[in-house]
């Protein structure tokens, strides 16, 4: 792969997470709103938050972990690294995952953009239908 084909793909993926970026951790956001409404209130101190996790059934103690998730995740694209994602990492496939099916048609096709030219890096990002 030549040098300006790299820069071009860089340049792509640049643009796209840019793009990305904000509508992602919307719906990250919406994602996080819908599980807290569905949960008991969260208490602030950490002795109060370990009694509520362990007054927790089941599929509330996964829905409560899958928002500690969202919320991490919302976070790293807000600038605050989230535990095992790359803090050089703009848009880690856990984020990417956890957005898309958000019944945003735009979001989807976004992301779909992205992975295509994370994944491409020896094609020219015009190739994979990028102008």
Request: proline share 7%.
């Amino acid at each position: 792969m030549n040098a300006s084909v790299a820069a071009v793909n860089a340049h792509v993926r640049r643009e796209l997470a840019e793009q990305l970026r904000g509508p992602a951790q919307a719906a990250l956001a919406a994602r996080a709103a819908a599980l807290r409404a569905d949960l008991p209130p969260r208490p602030a101190t950490s002795a109060a938050r370990y009694t509520w996790w362990r007054s927790l059934n089941p599929e509330q103690a996964r829905r409560a972990a899958l928002l500690d998730r969202l919320e991490a995740l919302h976070g790293h694209l807000g600038g605050v690294p989230a535990l095992g994602c790359s803090p050089a990492d703009p848009l880690p496939a856990a984020a990417l995952e956890a957005a898309e099916g958000a019944g945003d048609a735009e979001l989807d096709r976004l992301i779909t953009a992205y992975r295509t030219a994370s994944s491409s890096e020896g094609k020219d990002a015009r190739s994979i239908g990028y102008e």
